[in-house]
């Protein structure tokens, strides 16, 4: 049995292949791009359940690629790059990634981030049950990937709605910057966390005076929580 179907995009073909021989291994389906068009184009015929994504591509680079794919899906995306930088962790959150590996990285490695990955975005192990939390005015439903305020479905990226759901499904518990860094992005993360106040401020301008039985308040000098009133 298939432990699911990734798609390796890398344009260096022995790292794709180093990755396809150990994931077969562990019991996945691989198929590979060497560029970004082909990986937007095998994506879109093989629908994998999480995509290795290289940032330095040909033709389209991993952030296009990375963009082109949240718009019309929720599948996790592991970006890999050569670079360490502070500002492209950054940019992969801002863009939806799931997780970050850096060249050079080891085998057992990837294999360990993406059942990680698979674990906390709900695909290694499909449930029939629906996970939801709703509040007067709100529900945020994350079989559907959708959230609804007063009634109205508001587009919402993947990663405001996961932020949301985490802070709602634990009412007045106050996480900090780092805390959420962790369990919402799963990034193992160093320094900068300004990517939590940016979606907390895009997630208030939605939530803005909805109701007064709840809030997104900030914490000052700890971080953020779900205020809900007794």
């Known amino acids: 049995m298939s432990m699911g179907k990734i798609l390796v995009a890398d344009d260096d073909k022995n790292i794709c292949e180093l990755l396809r ?34 940032i330095m591509m040909p033709r389209l680079d991993g952030w296009q690629v990375c963009r082109e794919i949240r718009k019309k899906s929720n599948c996790p995306i592991i970006m890999i790059t050569a670079k360490g930088e502070t500002f492209d962790k950054v940019l992969g959150l801002e863009l939806g990634a799931d997780d970050y590996v850096v060249k050079p990285f080891d085998a057992k490695e990837i294999v360990a981030r993406i059942k990680a990955v698979l674990r906390r975005t709900g695909k290694a192990a499909p449930s029939l049950d629906s996970k939801e939390v709703s509040y007067d005015k709100l529900v945020v439903n994350m079989t559907k990937y ?58 208030r301008e ?9 809030s997104l308040k900030t914490v000052w000098g700890v971080g953020y929580k779900f205020e809900v009133k007794e």
């Open 21 to 54: 021989l150990y994931l077969e291994k562990e019991g996945y389906t691989v198929a590979i791009a060497n560029d970004g068009e082909e990986a937007l184009s095998q994506f879109a015929s093989e629908t994998p359940d999480i995509v290795l994504l290289d």
């Open 146 to 203: 959708e959230l609804k305020v007063d009634g109205k479905v508001v587009d919402t990226p993947p990663k405001e709605l996961e932020l949301l759901y985490h802070l709602a499904s634990n009412p007045n518990r106050v996480y900090t910057r780092d805390q959420l860094l962790d369990e919402v992005w799963g990034f193992e993360y160093y320094g900068d966390s300004r990517t939590v106040d940016v979606h907390v401020k895009r997630l």
């Open 206 to 214: 939605k939530l803005e005076g909805v109701s007064e039985q709840w």
